[in-house]
């Protein structure tokens, strides 16, 4: 027998400056992760300034965690920056993001 653990939820905050975590400053943003896989990740719960330099940030901190591709649903009707709109259910729009595209990897 053999156990393995695998990480499956986080959160994500973005802050002004890059010691602003350290020093507990308030954050700009903050989103909610799920992985589906080792190279996958659903985004969900963002709240904050979502400029665009905020989500390459979330972007890259994916990317360097494994992630290559993430999904995010959008009320119907708004866009995700990056996203290719992929779903319709309801009253969301799911969008899926290629990370090596946006990246440039």
């Not at 589906?36 to 979502?50: D, Y």
């Not at 994916?62 to 959008?74: C, F, H, I, N, Q």
């Not at 319709?88 to 990370?99: A, F, K, Q, R, T």
């Amino acid at each position: 027998m053999a156990a393995k653990y695998s990480q499956v939820s986080g959160i994500i905050r973005t802050y002004e400056n890059e010691d602003s975590y350290e020093k507990r400053s308030a954050y700009v943003s903050v989103v909610s992760v799920i992985w589906t896989s080792e190279n996958r990740a659903v985004l969900f719960g963002a709240h904050g300034e979502g400029q665009k330099q905020n989500i390459l940030d979330v972007f890259s901190e994916l990317y360097a965690l494994g992630a290559r591709t993430v999904e995010m649903s959008r009320a119907k009707g708004r866009r995700m920056p990056f996203g290719v709109l992929v779903r319709s259910e309801g009253d969301e729009d799911w969008y899926e993001i290629n990370l090596d595209t946006v990246l440039k990897k």
